[in-house]
């Protein structure tokens, strides 16, 4: 009876701890689904509609940074420290977010001069600072959890940061 009970409590230790990686996973394809909607509306920002999706901008940014936020107070405390496996899954999706979230970084400062146009700068700047926060406090986290992986994560979370503040700097 007891080794039954210990066989049970160990199957479900295993699948807390698989569940865990599948959240962070899909935690991170929440993100880079959140950022390809706004970068596809930031895509189509023109003289036309920039006065109804423009300010759309700033606030998709911080609705990102608030999701970003939302996922770090919904970590385990502490955090879980997943095995090489789950980490090499949690860094390709890692990959994924950051060129999806490059990709709209880059089109917000294609967009700039648009934007400019109707004042729509600091609210995107401001938005973009609280983003480099947000995306700066998961990267401390997630290191913690993927330290077999820790390397290849914190360079995605560096290219991503030198993205952030290339966009910053065109909105200040």
Known sequence: MRVFSLFSMLAVAVSVYAQSATVVIGNFQMLTTMSSDLEILTRDINLVTVLFKG????????K????VYQVINNMDNPPPVFNNVDAKAI???LKTFVRVHQRLLNTIIGKHGLLSLFFFTEPVR??????EA???AFALGLIDMIPTQAGPADDQFHSLDI???AAINVYS
């Open 55 to 62: 300010p759309q901008v700033g606030a998709g940014l911080a």
């Open 126 to 131: 401001v938005a973009l600072v609280g983003l």
């Open 91 to 93: 860094v390709d999706v």
């Open 134 to 136: 947000a995306v700066d």
């Open 64 to 67: 990102i940074s608030n999701t």
């Open 163 to 165: 993205t952030i503040g």
